[in-house]
């Protein structure tokens, strides 16, 4: 049964009234945000969830009075949303302060299994949140490090190197980003779990980039352990890890004596930043809030009202994406980077516009109120296999706030920009 008919998600203009952040002006010109892969604007009610949280509910955890008993019931409130985003279960969603700090422990939890001639695969399409913390067992479990190619020409992975790294009889992880956050290129991940777990290996997805723009499946993936960062999807700044169960339990985790053994508590240090795990579970209900039923009537359940969102989502970004693509390839001097418009990607388009740095660039279109990541956004061997290890990379990320009147604003300033050369 098609539970997504008569469902509509509403649109980009009542999705920008909800971001404060939008109303600001610089040099004259309103902010067009496409800084999103680095971080996205909030929108209003989830700076309220977090305001309410230290209002009214404000303590540790694991108390017997009501500010105590509140936290925990938030606590749990969120890891039952965050899970829904993730399409797993409450208790095996942990938190963490970003998605760096959780994969260093996940990796470091895992490497007290490895030793010397243990293998991790890792890969030149990914963040280095996803190939240090690996590259950290070299130096402290003697384990071999294997990376697996990216094709500069297409931005994409080479999957005949994957092969090749996954047969080294001793792989013990597959390191793996979801999404490219220097160029958009979207893995299949359900095929690279299945080769690895054929390999007798454990999976780890960093879905950091992914998640803003398709929705993640665990238990379709069968990934081994996920980690994303709410700050990339309309949150506040805190990390996501997601472990199956038994992984979580087994796990040889570096943790405090009196501090819970269950899951996935055990995963978690110190006491956790209560505020910002409600306003990322608030980030999830925003996303869920924007599928409208027929007559205003919601879908069923949370998890289907996110595929309705997300599936709108996808179409707004490939059309946004695409537009931007035309426009900026019409551009004499400019080159864009990674899979065309159409390929499986994010709407995120890095580009190099020559003879500029694009720390320069960035400062020009920043003054037509136009802001643009740029470098290598800690994806520095990508930067560096697309020959933009010197200059950087101009990045354009387009998030659900993102409207065509703003594509066509950076495509005419990309236009200024060169021709002030
Ligand atoms: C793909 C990807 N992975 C990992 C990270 C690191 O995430 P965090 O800042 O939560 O540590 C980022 C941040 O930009 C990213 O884009």
């Given at each position: 049964m098609d539970h997504r008919s008569g469902q509509t998600v509403a649109s980009t203009a009542e999705i920008r009234?909800?971001?404060?952040?939008?109303q600001r002006v610089c040099h004259g010109h309103h902010v067009a945000y496409f800084d999103g892969p680095g971080g996205t604007q909030v929108p209003r009610v989830v700076v309220e969830a977090m305001a309410d949280y230290l209002v009214h509910h404000n303590a540790n955890a694991h108390w017997a009075f009501p500010t105590s008993a509140e936290t925990d019931a938030a606590l749990w409130s969120a890891r039952g949303a965050m899970a829904e985003l993730l399409n797993a279960a409450a208790d095996e969603i942990a938190f963490g302060p970003n998605m760096t700090t959780l994969t260093f422990h996940l990796a470091r939890a895992l490497g007290r299994r490895l030793g010397p001639g243990d293998a991790v695969v890792v890969t030149e399409l990914d963040h280095h949140a996803n190939i240090d913390p690996w590259r950290a067992l070299e130096r402290e479990r003697d384990v071999n490090i294997l990376q697996v190619r990216m094709i500069p020409e297409t931005g994409e992975l080479d999957w005949d190197d994957l092969i090749r790294c996954l047969a080294d009889h001793r792989v013990r992880v597959l390191a793996i980003g979801a999404a490219s956050n220097a160029i958009g290129t979207i893995n299949d991940i359900p095929r690279a779990v299945a080769m690895a777990h054929e390999a007798g290996a454990l999976t780890f997805v960093d879905a950091v980039h992914f998640t803003p723009h398709q929705l993640v499946d665990v238990r379709e993936w069968d990934c081994d352990f996920l980690a994303c960062s709410a700050y990339k999807f309309y949150g506040p700044h805190v990390g996501v890890l997601y472990g199956k169960r038994e992984q979580i339990e087994s796990l040889d985790v570096p943790k405090l004596e009196p501090a819970p053994e269950s899951a996935p508590e055990r995963l978690e240090t110190g006491t956790q930043n209560h505020e910002g795990i409600v306003g990322a579970a608030a980030a999830v209900d925003y996303l869920a809030s924007l599928a409208i039923g027929p007559g205003g009537a919601p879908a069923r359940t949370r998890r289907q009202r996110l595929e309705v969102v997300y599936d709108e989502f996808h179409e707004r970004g490939s059309a946004l994406l695409r537009r931007l693509w035309d426009g900026l390839s019409m551009i004499g001097g400019v080159r864009l980077h990674g899979p065309p418009s159409g390929a499986p990607r994010t709407p995120t388009l890095a580009c190099t516009i020559a003879g500029w740095a694009s720390a320069d660039a960035s400062c020009q279109l920043a003054a037509r109120g136009i802001f643009a990541s740029h470098g290598n956004f800690y994806a520095m061997t990508v930067a560096k296999r697309l020959g933009a290890e010197r200059d950087g990379l101009l990045r354009f990320g387009c998030a659900c706030y993102t409207s065509e009147d703003e594509i066509d604003r950076v495509i005419d300033a990309v236009q200024a920009v060169v021709r002030a050369k």
């Amino acid at each position: 049964m098609d539970h997504r008919s008569g469902q509509t998600v509403a649109s980009t203009a009542e999705i920008r009234s909800a971001f404060p952040a939008l109303q600001r002006v610089c040099h004259g010109h309103h902010v067009a945000y496409f800084d999103g892969p680095g971080g996205t604007q909030v929108p209003r009610v989830v700076v309220e969830a977090m305001a309410d949280y230290l209002v009214h509910h404000n303590a540790n955890a694991h108390w017997a009075f009501p500010t105590s008993a509140e936290t925990d019931a938030a606590l749990w409130s969120a890891r039952g949303a965050m899970a829904e985003l993730l399409n797993a279960a409450a208790d095996e969603i942990a938190f963490g302060p970003n998605m760096t700090t959780l994969t260093f422990h996940l990796a470091r939890a895992l490497g007290r299994r490895l030793g010397p001639g243990d293998a991790v695969v890792v890969t030149e399409l990914d963040h280095h949140a996803n190939i240090d913390p690996w590259r950290a067992l070299e130096r402290e479990r003697d384990v071999n490090i294997l990376q697996v190619r990216m094709i500069p020409e297409t931005g994409e992975l080479d999957w005949d190197d994957l092969i090749r790294c996954l047969a080294d009889h001793r792989v013990r992880v597959l390191a793996i980003g979801a999404a490219s956050n220097a160029i958009g290129t979207i893995n299949d991940i359900p095929r690279a779990v299945a080769m690895a777990h054929e390999a007798g290996a454990l999976t780890f997805v960093d879905a950091v980039h992914f998640t803003p723009h398709q929705l993640v499946d665990v238990r379709e993936w069968d990934c081994d352990f996920l980690a994303c960062s709410a700050y990339k999807f309309y949150g506040p700044h805190v990390g996501v890890l997601y472990g199956k169960r038994e992984q979580i339990e087994s796990l040889d985790v570096p943790k405090l004596e009196p501090a819970p053994e269950s899951a996935p508590e055990r995963l978690e240090t110190g006491t956790q930043n209560h505020e910002g795990i409600v306003g990322a579970a608030a980030a999830v209900d925003y996303l869920a809030s924007l599928a409208i039923g027929p007559g205003g009537a919601p879908a069923r359940t949370r998890r289907q009202r996110l595929e309705v969102v997300y599936d709108e989502f996808h179409e707004r970004g490939s059309a946004l994406l695409r537009r931007l693509w035309d426009g900026l390839s019409m551009i004499g001097g400019v080159r864009l980077h990674g899979p065309p418009s159409g390929a499986p990607r994010t709407p995120t388009l890095a580009c190099t516009i020559a003879g500029w740095a694009s720390a320069d660039a960035s400062c020009q279109l920043a003054a037509r109120g136009i802001f643009a990541s740029h470098g290598n956004f800690y994806a520095m061997t990508v930067a560096k296999r697309l020959g933009a290890e010197r200059d950087g990379l101009l990045r354009f990320g387009c998030a659900c706030y993102t409207s065509e009147d703003e594509i066509d604003r950076v495509i005419d300033a990309v236009q200024a920009v060169v021709r002030a050369k």
